[in-house]
């Protein structure tokens, strides 16, 4: 079967050149061949080489003038070339011992590659021989596969699973990825049970790979296909138990809460689709820094750690979950705890202890404040200390916090959306008047020090706070000389003069 069109990039006829004046055989293989058959545009090329795939990447590099970067590790090299990478592996076969992740690998043939393969949508190869150049070499029936729209493994599951248990998280992934509102990719029912089988062999995994599958579910149109299926097969328990607690429904005296595991994905859903929607508009800006200056910059792509604060918004819960006889189920401070938690668990998952762990504590901690700032009216003060502490992360605060208005009720779902909308208004006032968006105190503790001639001590953070209160609080303007003036006033009634 020749599939025209699919192998028109300059690449394959290079790389089929330089296969044959090295005599190996050489072919595309794997999603690049997948994304072709379902019409996805794809930037990464496999290329599998019954010999050394190293040898050949270094010719083809030759050719193009590309600098070729090899994985010896690996047995594999990558080189880039017009828009496209594409990496090169020598065909092999792999074996597995019970106990452990890592395979024994031996040189082997195109068919011993396509055999190790997790699923058959992924087996498929295009070939880049002269004599049936772009010919599909499909032994386990991929492209049946793809047209009805399942995960199968080429081989017995419990032997695919059991070999790589993170081809457990693979098939959910993808399973994710591949879904779309009009065709729905499910696993198979044998390999689902299978996964069930063999779902404690996660622990043989580190959880950087366990990880790397998490954030790749988590940037899909619908994550939440994702979540359900990690959670029905079991491995939710082993890979995110916190998140395992928030289902379920407690009822006492005829009253039950939210169903929390479902709202949490519900919101994952929303955030995903608000998001998708924003970039397309333009209208979400990140701050970058580039050669040491901060810039602005349009959204394209998904924010993963919005994603991750999606997921975590409501972890806190469990722990908050109080009965009272008289209004019910509470989960009064659930946020706080979300947000003291967070730390631990990106620690638990590897995750990054850095700015982006905070970008996502910070959005737990404030998920609820945009329309709990909603009474009889929404006062600017209150909307000031929201844009200072959400700083430049405001809009995606206000992206989840839409998300996050949820209900079987249509009219409690519109009453919220119409405070929502409130708020909203009222900030872009406030900002627009105040702009307090990343905004920076006047006062710093260095123009304390040098105005009254003291060290370091506590009344220099009594004065910061007391001017940032100030103009929070609308007291005074948001400009050096009104602050310059509160200052003083505070200073002279704790004691302090300013020096001669």
């Known amino acids: 079967m020749t599939i025209e069109g699919f192998l028109e990039h300059p690449v394959f006829k290079i790389v089929s050149d330089a296969a044959r004046e090295s005599g190996v055989r050489a072919f595309v293989i794997g999603g690049y061949v997948r994304d072709c058959f379902l019409g996805r545009a794809s930037k990464d090329i496999d290329i599998v080489v019954e010999g050394s795939g190293i040898e050949l990447a270094q010719k083809v590099g030759n050719t193009v003038h590309s600098t070729v970067s090899v994985f010896k590790n690996f047995g594999t090299a990558m080189l880039k070339y017009h828009g496209v990478e594409v990496e090169f592996v020598g ?22 590659d396509q055999r190790r393969r997790d699923f058959t949508i992924n087996a498929m190869a295009f070939s880049l021989q002269k004599e049936d150049y772009g010919e599909l070499v499909d032994p386990f029936g991929g ?37 779309t509102p009009d065709r729905k990719f499910t696993i198979v029912p044998e390999s689902l049970e299978s996964i069930k089988r063999n779902r404690e062999r996660v622990k043989i995994l580190s959880e950087e790979r366990i990880v790397e599958e998490l954030n790749k579910i988590l940037v899909c149109d619908r994550p939440s296909i994702g979540f359900r299926l990690l959670e029905e097969t079991g491995l ?19 009253k039950g809460h939210k169903e929390n595991f479902s709202h949490t994905l519900e919101v994952l859903d929303n955030v995903a689709e608000y998001e998708s929607a924003a970039i397309r508009a333009g209208s979400l800006k990140d701050r970058i820094f580039e050669d040491g200056v901060e810039k602005e910059q349009v959204r394209t792509e ?12 409501d972890i806190g819960k469990p722990a908050s979950k ?17 947000e003291r938690m967070i730390p ?13 762990m905070k970008y996502v504590q910070k959005l737990v901690g404030l998920h609820l404040r945009p329309i709990a700032l909603v009474t009889d009216e929404v006062t600017d003060s209150a909307v000031r200390r929201l844009l200072f502490d959400a700083g430049n992360d405001i809009d995606d605060l206000m992206l989840l916090c839409n998300a996050d208005i949820t209900s079987k009720n249509p009219r409690k779902v519109e009453r919220l959306r119409r405070n929502f909308e409130t708020v909203r208004k009222k900030m872009a006032e406030v900002e627009e008047k105040d702009a307090l968006r990343n905004w920076k105190n006047p006062i710093s503790g260095e123009y304390i020090m040098e105005v009254f001639g003291i060290e370091p001590c506590r009344q220099i953070g009594l004065l910061k706070e007391a001017v940032k209160n100030a103009i929070l609080d ?19 009634g704790i004691g302090l003069t300013p020096k001669s």
């Open 91 to 112: 065909a092999r076969k792999e074996s597995y011992r019970r106990n452990s992740r890592k395979p024994i690998v031996e040189n082997g043939t195109l068919e011993d």
């Open 474 to 492: 609308g007291v005074i303007g948001n400009s050096f000389e009104e602050a310059d003036r509160y200052m003083r006033i505070r200073a002279a």
């Open 344 to 356: 631990k668990l990106f620690q638990k998952l590897k995750l990054p202890l850095n700015e982006k």
């Open 143 to 179: 492209i049946r596969d793809l047209d009805k729209g399942i995960i199968r493994t080429p081989l017995d599951p419990d032997t695919t699973y059991s070999d790589d248990p993170l081809r457990m998280i693979r098939a959910i992934r993808f399973a994710t990825k591949l879904s």
């Open 322 to 338: 109080r009965y009272d006889p008289q209004t019910g189920w509470t989960f009064h401070g659930h946020e706080v705890i979300g």
């Open 236 to 254: 939710l328990e082993y890979i995110l138990p916190e998140l395992l607690r928030l289902k379920g429904v407690e009822t006492v005296d005829g």
């Open 302 to 313: 998904p924010n993963l750690w919005l994603r991750w604060a999606a997921l975590l918004h």
